[in-house]
């Protein structure tokens, strides 16, 4: 299959990569500016893809302009689902990266795809809207949505909580300044989450309504889990202490999502547990 890829160069881009070239793909990276339409146009007529996967974005909930989220996140998405709704041959499957921040604080766990969306920040905002406008060609395009809960692996930016902490243990750092501690999160493995797209791909749902999939596996770990395994392999300890300045307004307190029909639609995915993904982020020299 010949894939148009976005965000490549990204954290999930490069991993996602890797495994669609060695299932065979063919992954040809978006070169174009998301914000350049007539560019996006001309690379996406010559490339002619059976295939895309949208994962550019602006990703970092603490990202310092709000306008960018907008830009990129919902902008950039249209302008790429213009042109893709205008090909003379249609792609057989359109996979648009959105996020499970846009169920926002809920009092319900596990999450399933009928949840209400209820974002609290500026990203799961972008996120929300870009579902919204990417719904409306749904009847052009064979679209399908994912909503990835958290997830990690090496190369992901240090300004996330799982690379921050594992640089601190990696270098037996002494301490280490976090904000919240009382949080709960799913943290999966970027390579399950690359498996589940490109399984995505090749499923064919029995309709031909929006399909939308939360990509995650149902467990969640506190912050204090993460940090006793991290501890428990690498031998060291490290002094936590909160910072104020680093505690968000309205912080997602628990985030846990069912996978039940991504598991009916592609079957059991590959199995990483915590000390698994952590293990493989101490040893990569990402």
């Known amino acids: 299959m010949r894939i148009l890829l976005t965000g490549s160069a990204g954290f999930t881009g490069l991993f996602f990569k890797k495994a669609a070239e060695l299932a065979g793909h063919v992954v040809h990276d978006l070169q174009a500016d998301l914000l350049a ?65 846009v169920y926002g604080n809920s009092p319900h766990s596990p999450l399933d795809e009928a949840q209400a969306l209820a974002p609290v920040n500026h990203y799961a905002a972008s996120k929300a809207a870009m579902e919204l406008m990417a719904a409306n060609y749904s009847t052009k395009l064979p679209l399908v949505l994912v909503r990835p809960f958290n997830y990690t692996g090496p190369g992901q930016g240090a300004q996330f909580l799982i690379p921050k902490l594992v640089q601190h243990f990696k270098s ?14 799913e943290f999966n493995d970027v390579r399950m989450v690359s498996e589940a797209y490109l399984a995505l791909l090749q499923h064919q749902p029995h309709s031909k ?65 915590l000390q698994d993904t952590l293990q493989f982020m101490l040893e990569s020299t990402l």
């Open 37 to 101: 339409p007539d560019d996006i146009k001309q690379e996406v007529l010559s490339v002619q893809p059976e295939a895309v996967v949208h994962l550019a974005a602006i990703s970092f909930v603490g990202h310092d302009s709000d306008a960018d989220f907008y830009n990129v996140n919902v902008v950039g998405t249209v302008h790429l689902l213009n042109v893709l709704a205008q090909l003379p041959v249609m792609p057989q499957k359109v996979l648009l990266a959105s996020s499970a921040n």
């Open 172 to 185: 037996r750092a002494p301490h280490i300044e976090l904000g919240n501690l009382n949080v709960e999160r």
């Open 209 to 273: 309504d929006l399909q939308v999939y939360n990509i995650c596996t149902g467990k969640a770990f506190t912050l204090q889990q993460v940090i006793d395994t991290l501890t428990q392999l690498t031998g060291h300890t490290l002094k936590v202490n909160v910072n104020p300045a680093f505690v968000r307004a309205n912080e997602v307190r628990q985030l846990c999502g069912n996978p039940g029909k991504l598991q009916s639609a592609v079957g059991q995915l590959s199995t990483y547990t």
